[in-house]
């Protein structure tokens, strides 16, 4: 089993394998875990950051290894153009103290049946979707 404690070098070499290691988010917030590859490999990660989706963390003579983050069911609402429905909609998620992420003027937020039934009530359109969910470092802790 590979412990990685330092990531490799970039490499461009065609001719190596890449063997996935799909990893949830949660996972990838951490700085020390545990995983089987798609191949089967134990791997044990020990590193001074977390680790990124898509990122080469081990490479041998024929395969590398890549960090795949799982997708999940996410909650995708459109940032309304006007003021205040966005200042709205901004108070109205920020009070739930969750995690989001704000990319091509949508927010995504995981999915939540409580946060869904919060968007009906408020009238606020939103759609469901399944997909890599990274939300800012800075919304996953709740601070007062």
């Known amino acids: 089993m590979p412990l990685i404690t330092k990531l490799p070098e970039l490499i ?7 063997v996935l290691i799909a990893v949830d988010r949660f996972t990838l917030q951490k700085k020390r875990w545990r ?20 990122q080469v963390v081990f490479v041998d003579s024929l395969k590398q290894y890549v960090i795949r983050q799982n997708s999940e069911p996410v909650i995708i609402i459109a940032i309304p153009g006007e003021i205040e429905a966005a200042a709205f909609l ?7 103290h969750l ?3 704000i990319k091509d ?17 408020a ?3 939103f759609t469901l979707d399944e997909l890599v969910f990274s939300p800012n470092p800075h919304s996953r802790h709740h601070h007062h």
């Open 12 to 18: 461009e070499d065609d001719s190596l394998e890449t």
């Open 35 to 54: 995983k089987l590859a798609e191949d089967g490999q134990d791997v044990a990660v020990d590193l001074a950051e977390p680790c990124k989706n898509g």
């Open 90 to 96: 901004g108070w109205m998620m920020g009070n739930q």
């Open 99 to 101: 995690p989001v992420e």
């Open 105 to 121: 003027k949508l927010l995504r937020l995981s999915d939540e049946k409580t946060v869904r039934d919060l968007l009906k009530r």
């Open 123 to 125: 009238h606020i359109e």
